[in-house]
């Protein structure tokens, strides 16, 4: 298992390399003088002059990937000049942020997704089956600002359940029920689509399993049906769910920076979209890679876990 | 095409779908000559009007700019901003895929690392990256938006070309000396043409949304030009005090992407084969049972198992297929009755049928009744039933990879059989699983307890369900073709160790399979299966010596020793009738040699021609068995 991770994680170097290239080549496409682009209307002589000389933004691009390449595998993802402070403690701060709101939707989507659909599999055709397809269909389709703008319409204006917006109550203690009561809504808004995708793919996946023989060979043993749905079915289904929340992870994550806009949640999709209206270009760069690295790794995980999960996997 | 229409037009989600889409598609191209007010013309004292009022009919924004006009001619641009996006990504996915697929090697490789690494990215952060690198703006939006779709089209492409690189039609236009480009313009293109349509399709509900997203987020359309997303945007801070102002460009979007999400469901479904034939139904617990006659007669008192005119069917679609036609089965403590027969002859179903085990969707029971000591067993309640599968009642199937679970190990699946009708302690199942495993003769039952069914070779695989067939000390096991899959040693290995379990124990086997051989070795009777009934029964010795059946003397001579492969099968010319449409009279009359007119005509009986024997047949090979 050991050699199995390393594997793993040796494979992902290229990835990684390759997304570095990938938003450099990007970045490097704004038109114009980089110091000047980066500096932006803070630019005078002198800053442009040293940051020519610390990203090296005279010389070919080539260098300049490399110096930034350099940089990067330091920890050094340069400095926001609007914030005026390094890009990776404040990448860092936002992404915490970030991290507890599509953390908990991706764990909330999901328990109830893979529920769903294994309840909607058990009772094929019958009532619970087509109140969860058709809950799913509305789910995946509705956009989730929208849905999130609504929730706080009902929820937090009209029946005051919870805070309309913000991470922290502005007065009061930062305690984790205070957390809680900020966190419920916008991770349910952003929940309800990849709940509405995992389910989708768990039924499928369940309806594919139990017409299978050893399904047959559980219930010739005597097998209680319960036991045929969530030991036998749902076990040997979970192998092809499990990509499929890798990938839903990657929407989740998306997904935050709409939740975040909603809700005010002080996390990494809000402080992109602000670097972008500022074009604080060298906090776009940073919060760019190191979320795509993070996702990276959380992918590695899930591979792991889909050879714990399935010892026909060669480790 | 039609057909694919057809099966469109049938799925009504997917036509309500369809004709929402169609009515918004056409009100967004007509908005510019509909009597609408200008939908920037600001009028700040009638702002935030509500919906309905005069000359308003959905109310002014925060600037007092007429909503009903907003919303079409936001409508008019999303869509125009969601197709265009997945145009271009679809145009420029399909070419990248096609070039890759179609050069392969080098090229392929080269191309295919460069869109895993893009698809290893949260696809926004990829969005939001050529956003701040271009600067918000619809245009740049719309481009961010193909651009990250790009990935996704190109594989899936990609995939497709590399199927078609290698037909002969292509390498007929290679050798006919066409240059690459005309063969990917002529020969390739219109084959992939029809799945990037359809992936566009399923796609452009997506594309529309995640435009409107970076509108939403200010980073699309700019003021005073707006699209859904941008309208929903700046609405959001009167949210509270004038929510109408979010809901009708929420509602929209809502719409939309339903109706796309509708349609490209039902074109999906239209497209898999598997779901029309309704072959993803699940299987029930047990087989339905819908006698539509009274069951068969009452219970012989000294029969173990008895079957009585049981009938089992399968209803697909409008066709019913007769799998099972009316059989009678008596099986005596202490005894082996072989089932014998061709594949579909309905045997397996039989054996399927006794404890409700012919998945359900489509097998149904339809008439008979199946005895287990005196009990009924058809349209028993559930719960007796499960009570006796396994405990008196076991199985043991064909394929032993297939019939075992994949994901764990040999020893829980033994435990489990244990504990669901003894409540013993984990620790002591075990113990019982490894001697289950010794008395099976597995080697190193400690150690292999603990394999994986993937780990161990098929006669052990077959060892390990004999062994869980055994696990509750069942009085019969039915055994369905447990040697088919095995080679020829292992076969004889595993009929040996059947052979002598059921010596020592007692247990009843009902054994099914298509070798005469394997009777001969194993079976006290013979009950010859075709077409669903039974048209020859015996003891094995009289049978084996004089078949009356001119079905089973062709069987039999199809197998001259132990262990025939299933290529001797079709040593019998011609094949088995398809049961949806059995002829009158004898079944087998095509395939006989000794057929003449009277064959055709009505039922025939399965008559006494001695003291254990019957037969089906107005000509049988023997008038009568000697007393
Ligand atoms: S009934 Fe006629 S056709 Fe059928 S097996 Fe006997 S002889 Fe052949």
New interface residues.
């Given amino acids: 298992m050991g050699r199995y991770i390393l594997r793993r994680l040796l494979s992902a170097i290229?990835?990684l390399i390759?997304?570095s290239v990938?938003?450099f080549a990007?970045?490097a496409?704004?038109p114009g003088d980089p110091a000047t682009a980066i500096l932006g209307s803070y630019a005078t002589p002198e800053n442009v002059a040293e940051l020519n000389r610390d990203l090296g933004l005279d010389q070919p691009l080539v260098q300049r990937y490399f110096i930034w390449l350099g940089n990067l595998v330091q920890g050094d993802l340069g400095r926001s000049f609007n914030l005026n402070r390094p890009v990776l403690d404040e990448v860092l701060e936002r992404f915490n942020a970030t991290l507890i709101l599509a953390g908990t939707a991706f764990i909330l989507c999901s328990f109830l997704g893979i529920a769903a659909g294994v309840i909607s599999?058990?009772r094929?055709?019958g009532f619970a089956d087509k109140a969860i397809t058709f809950a799913v269909?509305?789910g995946?389709?509705?956009?989730s600002?929208?849905l999130g703008?609504?929730m706080?319409?009902i929820f937090a204006?009209n029946l005051r359940w919870f805070p309309?917006s913000g991470m922290w109550p502005i007065y009061g203690t930062r305690d984790i029920w205070a957390l809680i009561d900020h966190l419920t809504m916008p991770a349910l808004a952003l929940a309800v689509v990849a709940t509405g995708v995992i389910a989708r793919l768990s039924r499928?996946a369940?309806?594919?399993v139990?017409?299978?023989?050893?399904?047959?060979?559980?219930?010739?043993?005597?097998?209680?049906?319960r036991?045929?749905i969530w030991r036998?079915a749902l076990?040997?289904a979970m192998?092809s769910i499990i990509p499929v929340l890798g990938i839903q992870a990657?929407?989740v994550?998306?997904?935050a920076?709409?939740i975040e806009?909603?809700f005010q949640w002080p996390g990494i999709?809000q402080m992109?979209?602000d670097?972008?209206?500022r074009?604080d270009?060298l906090l776009?760069?940073g919060g760019?890679v190191f979320?795509?690295a993070c996702?990276?790794l959380f992918?590695i995980i899930v591979d792991v876990a889909q050879s714990l999960?399935?010892?026909?996997i060669k480790t | 095409m039609m057909a694919f229409l057809k099966l469109l037009a049938r799925n009504q989600l997917a036509l309500a779908g369809l004709i929402v889409m169609g009515l918004v598609v056409l009100l967004a191209v007509l908005t510019p000559i509909l009597p609408l007010a200008d939908p920037d013309v600001t009028n700040t004292p009638a702002r935030f009007t509500p919906p309905f009022s005069e000359g308003a009919l959905l109310g002014t924004d925060h600037l007092g700019r007429d909503l009903l006009s907003r919303l079409m001619w936001g409508t008019r641009l999303s869509l125009a901003v969601g197709f265009a996006a997945a145009f271009i990504a679809a145009t420029i996915g399909a070419a990248i895929g096609i070039i890759s697929g179609y050069y392969g090697g080098r090229t392929d490789n080269i191309i295919m690392r460069f869109v895993d690494v893009l698809m290893a990215f949260p696809y926004i952060l990829l969005a939001l990256a050529i956003v701040a690198a271009l600067g918000p703006g619809l245009m740049n939006a719309l481009i961010a938006v193909a651009a990250v779709n790009i990935p996704f089209f190109a594989r899936n492409i990609r995939g497709i070309t590399v199927g078609i690189a290698h037909k002969e039609f292509v390498d007929a236009a290679r050798l006919a000396g066409l240059s690459d480009a005309k063969i990917i313009l002529t020969e390739i293109l219109p084959n992939v043409l029809p799945v990037i349509v359809i992936a566009m399709s399923t796609t452009v509900g997506w594309m529309i949304l995640e435009t409107a997203g970076l509108s939403f987020l200010g980073l699309g359309s700019q003021p005073p030009q707006a699209d859904l997303g941008s309208m929903l945007g700046e609405a959001r801070s009167a949210l509270i005090t004038n929510p109408h102002t979010s809901l009708v460009p929420g509602v929209m979007i809502l719409i939309i992407v339903m109706a796309i999400n509708l349609l490209g469901d039902g074109v999906r479904d239209a497209l898999d084969p598997r779901l029309k034939s309704g072959a993803l139904s699940r299987p029930l617990p047990a087989t339905l049972v819908a006698r539509d006659r009274q069951p068969g007669e009452t219970a012989d008192g000294t029969a173990l198992l008895q079957l009585s005119q049981l009938e089992t069917q399968f209803h697909i679609g409008p066709r019913i297929y007769r799998a099972v036609g009316g059989v009678d089965l008596q099986i005596q403590p202490g005894e082996c009755l072989g089932l014998i027969g061709e594949s579909g002859s309905g045997k397996s179903v039989t054996a399927l049928s006794i404890m409700g085990l012919v998945a359900s969707p489509p097998g149904k029971i339809t008439g008979g009744s199946v005895y287990y000591r005196g009990e009924e067993l058809v349209g028993a309640p559930y719960e007796l039933l499960r009570s006796l599968r396994g405990r008196k009642v076991a199985y043991i199937f064909q394929d032993p990879l297939a019939s075992l679970h994949p994901l764990y190990t040999v020893g829980d699946q033994l435990i489990e059989a244990v504990r669901v009708h003894r409540n013993v302690p984990k620790a002591e199942a075990r113990a019982h699983a490894i001697e289950l495993l010794k008395s099976v003769r597995i080697p190193n039952a400690e150690d292999r307890v603990d394999n994986y069914p993937h780990e161990m070779s098929g006669g052990m695989r077959q060892r390990v369900g004999i062994a869980m067939a055994l696990a509750n000390d069942p009085d019969v096991i039915i055994a369905d073709e447990p040697t088919t899959a095995l080679d020829v040693t292992v076969q004889a290995q595993i009929l040996t160790l059947l052979d002598d379990l059921r010596r020592d124990r007692g247990v009843v086997i009902l054994f099914i399979t298509h070798d005469f051989g394997v009777v001969a070795q194993l079976c006290d009777r013979v009950a010859v299966m075709y077409a669903g009934r039974i048209v020859e029964q015996g003891t094995t010795d009289e049978i084996l010596a004089s078949p009356a059946h001119p079905y089973t003397r062709r069987l039999m001579a199809c197998v001259p020793e132990l262990g025939g492969g299933r290529r001797r099968l079709e040593a019998i010319p011609g094949l088995p009738p398809v049961v949806d449409k059995l002829p009158a009279g004898c079944a087998f009359a095509d395939r006989c040699d000794k057929v003449r007119a009277a064959c055709r005509e009505g039922n025939i009986t399965l008559d006494e021609i001695g003291a254990t024997r019957r037969v089906r047949c107005i000509a049988p090979e023997i008038e009568e068995v000697p007393a």
Avoid: C, W
């Fill in positions: 290229p990835v390759g997304i990938i938003v990007i970045m496409m704004i599999a058990a094929q055709y269909l509305l995946i389709s509705i956009p600002f929208f703008m609504m706080i319409l204006v309309v499928s369940m309806l594919e139990l017409r299978q023989d050893f399904i047959r060979t559980a219930r010739a043993k005597g097998v209680r049906e036991g045929i036998h076990r040997a192998v990657g929407f994550l998306s997904g920076v709409y806009r909603v999709g992109l979209v670097a972008i209206l074009r270009i776009v760069q760019v979320v795509a996702y990276v992918n999960l399935d010892p026909r």
